[in-house]
């Protein structure tokens, strides 16, 4: 086999070996949402997504799981309008007061390592603040918790978002006289699309985490009604629903997986249609 | 005057017929500092968070500190909290294990994808299969965990485990099938492996991507294969970039906590084997928040783990992030 | 003697039509300097000779360039085989994040063609574009500790070191200095009894200094090509008058 042979399978193997991991992974997914479908369908009811539990829910008694999915949009949507209100000012400082310093590489590198953190570390740390200030579980601490989540994810993904606005528009702006306050509207409107991409990201991890609010938001049958009370979540209805012996309630863990794949993969192509369909004042 | 601009605030253009000797757009500069200042708080407080984090974990885990050394806490394999003893070492050494497991797992394909995606796809490919990717990184642990206990636990109980047993086990009591429930750190850390695939694949392709483009052109017009461009880019220039994207994918899997909770067993022993159950440290805060009021220094005990937890986290996180983010700003 | 002969090609940048029915001939062992206003389409012609068009897949190509009677776009043919033998020196010196020596020695390992005497062929590269006697003590620091003439000139080196027929040069000056420049031209002149180079640029005056052969394009189009006497002596073409007196363009 001379060198050129040699070369070009050489190249052909290598690229085999990318293709199949590649393919592999497209497999996993695939077998991932296959095996939630065809083992969460069966018990799927109407019952189950508008109904609360009734007494005797874990041992195979009637209800669904409206707590839990009414108490998970509550405390996504809580968590990210109030991840929001940081979130965004902060990335919008870093485009407009600080572009491209040390001091806001510095800040991406700190967003960095919070989104790292385990929610499992922002789940003890709410729970040792609850303690401190004589709180217990409810709605109100797992927001504030969940916020802690995704308040990297959402700086971070805006301000990415942020980055790829054209580079001349603050030249143009500012130029016209306008202040960097006046700019940073300016630039708002541009990264608006980009916002709701980022936001719907946010919230789409906001519901599927469960470690940050296992102490912090608690766990109820009863539909979120107060912010002091406790709340129910999707990810821990499946995880409790599992944790009993009964095969009918085990396999209503398995439906409830199925609506919580089915909420996500909603939010992530909404996002991914947000981030497609671009406002009508965006220049691309 | 004064109020009549406040008034008209929401107007962007300046007033040009204010009243002579007043500067126009005065009220806008003071809006302009007033909101600087107010962004200014805003990131410091974001930014002081960790330390908060980091303080209050503290203070929280001080009382079994004061009982008991750090040296001891690590080391000791005796977790019996109501005997106050609360030795660490085999929720470390079951989160290490499992770790590994999924890094060996995850680490050569996602590489090998994150160099596809970088080096061999054309845009409009890699918009098509990002959102893949991003769908990976979207599904929640307890849903990964679900299909762990529906697919992989019996995968590993019936044939992975008697298969790698009846090879490999006569070599090893690494490999002995020691464990017939399926639950432990082989299933645990197949699991975790694909969940951290997306993350060592996205900043692998990251840090390629960040090679300039006249790199490659150079080596092509030699008349270098693709792979062997990949090489010279990979070799040269997204070693340490790889090598990033691994600690990363590493302290994520460290820190993964109902997935692997799900799966690994919750036995509180130092693992042997691969198929032995064990149990990691996030799975031991999230399994015992219930009763940790319950003892003297089980709390503390608990949140203790936590800061280990963050600790280790974050020096892995630090490390990893500035090289990433030093090789992808020189370009 | 014709080195590559270009038929029909056409280029679509997404929607862009960037290079509309080219046809022209580059003669072998001769500079040819393809000229032009920016955004003619000139680098674009350049890049499509060896194929590197192909990185961006925004870009449709249709016609030939044939070389040595075959079609460098026929599916059948080995690109990293086209690229060794028609090379390209880009605009900024861009040496491989490697030593002196290896910049220069990567080529012709990875094609397996030093029987041993690697040493000596870098030599002989290096001393071909006379950075031998500049850097012969110091092979293994790193090239990029050499100034950006010098970086030009190694580059040249690596180009020239796996023997290609063809150097396509890229307003490969453009970005030095005056002097190293003009040491470039030079080096680029001597090329041309071993070599067939292919120069890309804006300067009509570096283009009378090397040129032996001049393609004048303007908007995507081939307007004259023309041996260099004849194209600077007597242009045929309005447009062509018009650039040389610099009143377009």
């Known amino acids: 086999m001379n060198r050129k042979q040699r070369r070009r399978l050489q190249e052909a193997f290598f690229v085999g070996i990318m293709r199949t991991s590649l393919a592999g992974a497209c497999l996993v997914l695939g077998t991932i949402l296959a095996v939630i479908t065809v083992r969460g369908v069966g018990a799927l009811s109407w019952e189950m997504v508008s109904q609360p539990p009734e007494s005797g829910f874990y041992l195979g008694g009637g209800g669904g799981i409206l707590n839990a999915i009414l108490g998970s949009l509550a405390l996504a949507t809580g968590a990210t309008l109030l991840a929001m209100a940081l979130a965004v000012p902060l990335a919008l400082f870093m485009h407009t007061y600080l572009r491209s310093s040390r001091i806001a590489n510095g800040i991406r590198l700190v967003l960095d390592v ?67 306050l006046e700019y940073l509207g300016v630039l708002l409107r541009q990264a608006l699309p ?20 296992l102490f912090t938001a608690g766990y109820t049958d009863a539909l979120p009604q107060s912010l002091t009370r406790p709340v129910a979540s999707l990810p821990l209805a499946i995880f409790y629903q599992l944790s009993t012996p009964f095969p009918e309630v085990q396999a209503r863990a398995y439906a409830s997986a199925l609506v919580l794949t089915i909420l996500i993969l909603v939010v992530s192509l909404l996002a991914q249609l947000s981030a497609r369909r671009l406002g009508k004042h965006v220049i691309r | 005057m004064e109020a009549e601009i406040r008034r008209d605030g929401a107007v962007l253009t300046p007033r040009y017929d204010a009243a002579p000797g007043r500067r126009p757009g005065t009220a806008r ?23 908060l984090i980091a303080g209050a974990l503290l203070i929280r885990s001080l009382p079994l500190l004061r009982t008991q050394s750090l040296g001891e806490l690590l080391t000791s394999s005796t977790w019996q909290p109501s005997h106050g003893a609360f030795g660490f070492a085999p929720f470390i050494a079951g989160s290490i294990a499992v770790t590994a497991v999924a890094m060996i797992v995850a680490v050569a394909p996602a590489i090998f994808t994150g160099i596809y995606l970088s080096e061999y796809t054309v845009a409009r490919t890699r918009t098509r299969l990002k959102p893949l990717l991003d769908l990976m990184v979207g599904i929640p642990s307890v849903v990964y965990g679900l299909w762990g206990i529906l697919f992989v636990v019996p995968l590993v109980r019936d044939h992975v485990g008697p298969w790698i047993d009846g090879t490999l086990g006569q070599v090893s009591p690494l490999f002995r099938q020691t464990n ?40 092509l017009c030699l008349g270098a294969t693709r792979w062997e461009t990949t090489l010279c880019v990979v070799r040269r220039r997204g070693m340490a970039g790889i090598l990033a994207a ?3 994918g590493f302290s994520r899997a460290f820190g993964e906590t109902l997935a692997v909770m799900m799966l690994i067993g919750n036995s509180v022993q130092v693992p042997r084997s691969l198929f032995d159950s064990a149990y990691s440290l996030p799975a031991l805060i ?39 983010n030093r090789l992808t700003a020189r370009s | 003697m014709t080195a590559l002969s270009v038929r029909n090609l056409n280029v679509w940048y997404g929607d862009k039509h960037t290079l509309n029915d080219v046809s022209v001939e580059i003669p072998l062992r001769r500079i040819t300097c393809i000229i032009g206003p920016s955004g003619c389409g000139k680098s674009t012609l350049l890049k499509a000779l060896n194929r590197l068009l192909d990185l961006n897949d925004q870009v449709k190509v249709s016609g030939q360039v044939r070389l040595d009677d075959i079609n460098i776009y026929d599916p059948g043919v ?39 005497k690697i040493h000596a062929l870098v030599q002989e590269q290096l001393q071909a574009v006379g950075l031998w006697d500049e850097v012969a003590d110091r092979l293994k620091a790193p090239a990029t500790s050499l100034s950006v003439g010098q970086q ?26 005056p002097i190293s420049a003009r040491g470039i031209e030079g080096l680029l002149c001597a090329l041309k009894d071993k070599y067939t180079v292919v120069l890309v640029t804006h300067d009509i005056d570096q283009a009378r200094r090397l040129a032996d052969h001049v393609i004048f394009m303007w908007l995507g189009e081939v307007v004259e090509s023309a041996p260099a006497g004849q194209f600077f002596g007597q242009p045929k073409e309005e447009l062509t008058q018009a650039y040389l007196a610099r009143e377009i363009g």
């Open chain 2, 246 to 248: 691994v600690v990363l």
């Open chain 2, 180 to 219: 017939p429930s399926g639950y432990g750190l082989l299933s645990a850390g197949l699991v975790l492996g694909i969940m951290v695939f997306p993350l060592i694949v996205a900043v692998t392709e990251e840090v390629l991507r960040s090679v300039p483009h006249e790199m490659r052109e150079a080596v």
């Open chain 2, 286 to 324: 999230a399994n015992n928040y219930g009763e940790m009021m319950s003892l003297p220094n089980y709390e503390s005990a608990l949140m203790a783990a936590a800061l280990l937890l963050l600790a280790v986290v974050l020096l892995f996180n630090v490390a990893a992030r500035l090289v990433v």
């Open chain 2, 29 to 51: 500069v003071i809006k302009d500092h007033l909101a600087r200042t107010g962004m200014v708080v805003i990131s410091a407080a974001t930014c002081l968070l960790v330390v």
């Open chain 1, 114 to 180: 919070m989104w790292g953190i385990p929610s499992i570390v922002y789940g003890a740390f709410g729970f040792a603040l609850m303690v401190f200030m004589g709180l217990r579980a409810s709605l109100l601490a797992g927001v504030l918790t969940l916020a802690l989540v995704v308040l990297p994810i959402l700086a971070r993904t805006f301000d990415e978002v942020l980055m790829m606005s054209p580079k001349d528009l603050r030249e143009a702006t500012l130029s016209l006289g306008a202040t960097r």
């Open chain 3, 152 to 177: 030009q000139r190694l580059c040249l080196a690596r180009t020239l070191s796996v023997e290609p027929e063809i150097v396509l040069c890229d307003e490969s000056t453009a970005s030095l200095d």
């Open chain 3, 78 to 116: 080995d690109v990293t085989e086209v690229r060794t033998r028609v090379g390209l020196l880009a605009q900024k010196p861009f040496p491989l994040p490697m030593s002196i020596f290896d910049n220069v020695a990567y080529g012709p390992r990875i094609h397996g063609r030093h029987n041993g």
């Open chain 1, 194 to 213: 980009g916002l709701m991409t980022a936001l719907l990201l946010a919230f789409g991890r906001g519901i599927g985490d469960a470690a940050s609010v």
